[in-house]
Structure formats: C-alpha cells, structure tokens
C-alpha cells in the first residue's frame, strides 16, 4: 500500500522559495503519476502541478507557471515541488497525490486532470499524503 508525507512547508516571504518533498514508501512511485494540489482556508482543493510516470512530462496551473517546477527522483521514491518567486496567494496546506499510470495516454489524462481542478480533487487519485502548510507572508 503506497503511502506519501509531504514535508518542506514553512514561513517564508514574499519573492522566496520552498521546496516540497513527497516521499514514497510500501510501494513503487515509478509506477505512479504524482500531483500536487492545494487547499487555502474556506476554498476548495486546486490542482497545482503534475508529473508523469512514463517520461516526467509536466503539468502546471496557470498560476505557477514559471514560478514552479515539479521533479522526481525514481532512485529514491520522491517527487518535489520546487516553488519560487512565491506570493500571499500561495498561501495553503500543500498535499502531494498519486495515481497508478502505466502508460503515457493514462499518464497524461491524469495530469490534465490535475491542472482542471478547481473544487474537488479527482477521485482517481487514490493516494494522498497529510499535507504540508505554506504561509507567504512579510
């Protein structure tokens, strides 16, 4: 049973980076396409950024583009957000997801369907760390 813990959240200011950590453990993360999503007070979960599977293709919202960049690292069963030139907006409880992908097709409908979430995450991401908060704030 695969199992994620996100971790790397903090204080930081505006202009400054982070970066987030989901580490893998019970399963194989290679197997796995992972997002990342986030949920401010009184809003709904949105969808930040994804990455494949099969060719580390990536996915990001509108909103990060450019600013964040989403990695993994097989050898060690982790995945990261790199998140820079943060804003208050950023503001959130971060939590990285994943879903079972093995091929490119499955792979990249999984990740356009992490950028389209606006609300409610998809239920086809079945697994799910405990979240990491990221405060922006001078």
């Known amino acids: 049973q695969l199992q994620l813990v996100e971790s790397g959240g903090g204080l930081v200011q505006p202009g400054g980076s982070l970066r987030l950590s989901c580490a893998a453990s019970?399963?194989?993360?290679?197997?796995?396409?992972v997002g990342w999503f986030r949920q401010a007070p009184g809003k709904g979960r949105e969808g930040v950024s994804c990455?494949?599977?099969?060719?580390?293709?990536?996915w990001h919202t509108d909103s990060v583009k450019g600013r964040f960049t989403i990695s993994r690292e097989n050898g060690k069963n982790t995945a990261y957000l790199q998140m820079d030139s943060l804003k208050a907006e950023d503001t959130a409880v971060y939590y990285c997801?994943?879903?079972?992908?093995?091929?490119?097709?499955?792979?990249?409908?999984?990740?356009?369907?992490?950028?389209?979430?606006?609300?409610?995450?998809?239920?086809?991401?079945?697994?799910w760390g405990q979240g990491t908060q990221v405060t922006v704030s001078s």
């Open positions: 997801a994943a879903a079972r992908a093995l091929t490119q097709e499955r792979n990249h409908l999984l990740c356009d369907m992490v950028v389209a979430t606006a609300g409610q995450a998809p239920g086809e991401y079945e697994w």
């Open positions: 019970g399963d194989n993360l290679d197997y796995f396409t």
């Open positions: 990455i494949s599977s099969s060719d580390s293709s990536s």
